[in-house]
């Protein structure tokens, strides 16, 4: 069975940074593509970013660009969301996903 278990979401004020992580259990991750999505209230949910399988490549939305930095430690099968100069826009809860499997998301606030 595989499964998706999200982590680090926290309140923050603007400007603070936030390491999300997501521990993937059940299939080998390197060998696939995998994202981050994130849904803010009353919001479609969106693409934040991902990487394909072999890291080649990445994508992010021009929201978070230069802001945001998706990777993997493929000896812990664990995709991490590293995200700096935090906006109030960024709240929401953020999943990560690989093919059609979702996590139960983390709640990331951004407010002062």
């Known amino acids: 069975q595989v499964q998706l278990v999200e982590s680090g979401g926290d309140s923050v004020q603007p400007g603070d940074s936030l390491r999300l992580s997501c521990v993937v259990s059940g299939i080998t991750l390197r060998y696939y593509p995998i994202g981050w999505f994130r849904q803010a209230p009353g919001k479609e949910r969106e693409g934040v970013s991902c990487?394909?399988?072999?890291?080649?490549?990445?994508y992010y939305a021009d929201s978070v660009k230069g802001r945001f930095t998706i990777s993997r430690d493929t000896a812990k099968n664990t995709v991490f969301l590293s995200m700096n100069n935090l906006k109030p826009e960024d709240t929401g809860v953020y999943y990560c996903?690989?093919?059609?499997?979702w996590g139960q998301g983390t709640q990331v606030t951004v407010s002062s």
């Open positions: 990487v394909s399988s072999n890291d080649a490549r990445t």
């Open positions: 996903n690989v093919g059609d499997l």
